[in-house]
Nanobody, 119 residues
Framework: QVQLVESGGGWVQPGGSLRLSCAAS????????MGWYRQRPGKQRELVAW?????????ADSVKGRFTISISRNNAKKTLGLQMDNLKPDDTAVYLC???????????WGRGTQVTVSS
């Protein structure tokens, strides 16, 4: 079983920065990819950024050049990060961490962390 816990959300003014973290733990934890999704009010959940187990990064066009995904690995624990710069009001959302564990094990989700960008 894999557990994902997000942290680092909060309120920031437009143009500001925040860094989100997702602590991942669990026995025999292997993943195909890990990513950040967001749920904006009244909109469908969307994939923001993801990184493969081999370290290949991908970003949604709306955040390209402003967000940076990272992953650190320390034995059985992994931490997924999302550095968000030049934030815009449209980035306001609940940000959720996801781990794709493959066809057999499916995927795991965190509960999310709120990011609010406003003046």
């Amino acid at each position: 079983q894999v557990q994902l816990v997000e942290s680092g959300g909060g309120w920031v003014q437009p143009g500001g920065s925040l860094r989100l973290s997702c602590a991942a733990s669990g026995s025999m934890f292997r993943f195909v990819s890990m990513g950040w999704y967001r749920q904006r009010p009244g909109k469908q959940r969307e994939l923001v950024a993801w990184i493969s187990s081999g370290g290949v990064e991908n970003y949604a066009d709306s955040v390209k050049g402003r967000f940076t995904i990272s992953i650190s690995r320390n034995n059985a624990k992994k931490t997924l990060g999302l550095q968000m710069d030049n934030l815009k009001p449209d980035d306001t959302a609940v940000y959720l961490c996801n781990a794709d564990l493959g066809a057999i094990n499916g995927s795991s989700w965190g509960r999310g962390t709120q990011v609010t960008v406003s003046s």
